[in-house]
């Protein structure tokens, strides 16, 4: 992973973070939007233009890739790259929780 790449993206915006964890299996720009609003219970609902403006950003990056289209929709998943991403992302939310739960436990100390 080049220095551009890690730069642009780690850490992640919360859109950035749902659109690959979601493309974990393909799936079409609706059908991004619906698994994020179904995974975070209606508290983040992208927008068109922000999903498709960071679909079409990732896609460039070569973090997704576009696979085939049925009934109109593209249909994209998850590069290699984009799990190494991905899998920062997720090491770097997991360190900030297991600080968080650290700190909190020495308060209650």
Not at 64 to 78: A, D, N, S, V
Not at 85 to 94: F, G, H, N, P, T
């Amino acid at each position: 992973m080049n220095t551009h790449i890690k730069k642009v993206y780690v850490p992640m915006t919360e859109t950035g973070f749902y659109i690959l964890l979601c493309l974990l299996e393909e799936s079409h720009g609706y059908g991004i939007v619906q698994k994020v609003e179904s995974l975070t219970h209606g508290e983040i609902r992208l927008s068109p233009g922000t999903l498709y403006g960071s679909l079409s950003k990732m896609e460039k990056d070569g973090l997704i890739q576009f696979i085939r289209e049925e009934e109109k929709r593209k249909i994209y998943k998850i590069t290699d790259l984009g799990r190494q991403v991905l899998d920062l992302e997720m090491k770097r939310i997991e360190r900030l929780y297991q600080n968080m739960m650290e700190v909190r436990e020495n308060e209650r100390s």
